[in-house]
């Protein structure tokens, strides 16, 4: 991608220098970063900054499925009897 953008515009050097992401996952940034710099995309003194927003909220969403999850088997005791009944 950089060897593309470096062709397209002659006069500057495209350098990637941050990547942004999450902490988790197979595409963590702190993963990713040690690819792209393994790849030659990004170079040894690039930065990577994790973005903490999902861990902020990661609480929130399991308390909703775990409560969505909760009700849909309440739901499905309840018409289980009703038709066993």
């Known amino acids: ?5 470096n062709d397209i515009i002659k006069d500057v050097k495209v350098k990637i220098s ?4 999450d902490g988790g996952g ?3 940034a702190h993963r990713l970063h040690k690819e792209l710099i393994r790849n030659g995309v990004m170079e040894e003194d690039s930065k ?3 973005c903490d ?3 902020f909220f ?3 969403e399991i308390a909703c499925v775990d409560n969505k999850a909760k009700q849909v088997q309440e ?3 309840a018409e ?5 009944g």
């Open 1 to 5: 991608m950089v060897e593309i953008l």
């Open 18 to 21: 941050l990547l942004t992401g």
């Open 26 to 28: 197979g595409a963590a």
């Open 48 to 50: 990577k900054l994790i």
């Open 53 to 55: 927003m999902h861990n």
């Open 58 to 60: 990661k609480p929130l």
């Open 75 to 77: 739901q499905l005791e």
């Open 80 to 84: 289980t009897e009703s038709v066993q």
